[in-house]
C-alpha cells in the first residue's frame, strides 16, 4: 500500500469538507490543510480528523496548493479539493497501488455533481484529473483559475470514482461564478489579449453558444435534467461574463478594446 499524504486547501468548506475527509479513513497517512482564514468550523473539522491545518494568506489557486504539496512528507502526494470525495471503489483502487507501479501519477476519473445530481453527459463525464503522484514529481501551475498539476514521468489512469459536489445551491454556484469570472478576466488582461468588436461579438456571443448548443444536444447534456440544462448554460455565461469582465477591465488602455 502507498504511503499517502493528502493534500487540501479550504476556505469557509465546512458544509463539503466532512465527507471528504470521511472518504480518506485508512487512506492517509497524514492530511494537511493550508486554510485561509475559515470562519465556519473548517478549521475545527480538519483537526477533527487529525489534519494537520496551516494558516496562510490566499495567494491563489495554484501556489496555495503548491504550499500544501511542500508540507508533505509521504513518497506520495493525493491533492484534493475541499468539495471532492473519494468514492469508494476509488479508495479500494488506491489502496491496492504498491510504490512498484511504473508510473509516476495517476488520473482519476471525476464525477461532477450539480444540485444533487450528478452529471454523466454533456461532455461533464468522465472529468479525468490529474491528483495522485509521487512526492517531487509533481506541482500546479500558476493560472489565477482553473490550474492544472504538471507531471514529470509516466501517467496512469484509475476506474474509481473521484465525486465532485460542484454546487449545492445557486447562490454556491453564484458566489463562485463572481470569482472566477473576475480571476479569468484578470488573465486575459495579463497575458495581453486583444479584443475588436468583432472579437467580442465572437467571444461574449457566438462562441458560448455554440458552446450550449454542443454541450445541450450533441453530447446529451439534457440526459441530466434541470441540472444538465443548468451545467451547459452556466458554462456558456461563464464565458460570455469573462470576456465582458476584461473588455470592461481593458477599456483602460488606450490601445485596448474599445
Known sequence: ??????????RNAGRTLGQT???LTGLAAEIIAVDSGSADGTVEICQAHGAKVIQRE??????????????AHCPWVLSLDADEALSPDLAREIAALTDATPYSAFRLRRLNHYFGRPLRHGGQYPDWQLRLFRRGAGRFNDRPVHESLQVEGRVGALRGELLHYSYLTLDDYFDKFDRYTALEAE????????????????????RPAVKFLRRYF?????RDGVPGLLAALFNSMTMSVSYARFWEKSRSNPSGPQ
Open 1 to 10: 500500500m502507498l504511503e499517502i499524504s493528502v493534500v487540501l486547501i479550504t
Open 21 to 23: 475527509l470521511d472518504s
Open 58 to 71: 490566499w495567494e491563489g489557486f495554484g501556489p496555495q496548493k503548491n504550499i500544501a504539496i511542500s508540507q
Open 187 to 206: 488573465r486575459l488582461l495579463a497575458a495581453g489579449t486583444r479584443l475588436s468588436t468583432t472579437g467580442a461579438a465572437n467571444q461574449m456571443l457566438v
Open 218 to 222: 450533441l453530447k446529451g447534456g439534457f
